[in-house]
């Protein structure tokens, strides 16, 4: 399992979900317009507590960003 | 949520169940037995690669390292 594109792919797709530009994430996460946009690229290989903060500025529960999305599901088989 | 410490609870708990040794883990997993103790007490920030390649090498899914457990729900309220 790449760990990397799979976070990057579920935070791109929640992010859009709550109509969410980048800037904003960064704004209210804390991090970098930078850092999220090579995360959503599968570049970053984040810590739990990273994790963590961004589920809070995205408001989702942090599981949410680390569950097998389909393609990883796809990949596995 | 302590993240640190929750991760360090998971995995204490899986290897306790496994009935591994920190050095039996360190070994199967290429992290040092310090890694581990340090991680098992809160005191490390996993990224999710370390987190993934510790639940192959406890032969568990990842996101069993990272699930609430029943002292982090009980903080939660």
Redesign the interface.
């Known amino acids: ?1 790449d ?2 594109r799979l ?1 990057g792919r579920n935070v791109l797709r929640i992010r859009k979900s709550k109509e969410m530009t980048q800037e904003r994430l960064a704004e209210v996460s804390g991090f970098s317009q930078q850092y999220i946009s090579g995360l959503e690229k599968g570049q970053r ?5 990273t ?2 903060e961004l589920s809070v500025a995205l408001d989702v529960d ?2 949410d960003l ?2 097998p999305d389909a393609q990883s599901k796809r990949e596995k088989e």
Chains 1, 2 share one sequence.
Do not use: A, E, H, Q
Request: net charge positive; hydrophobic share 55%; proline share 7%.
């Open positions: 399992m760990m990397r976070v290989n984040p810590t739990v507590v994790i963590y942090y599981l680390l569950k």
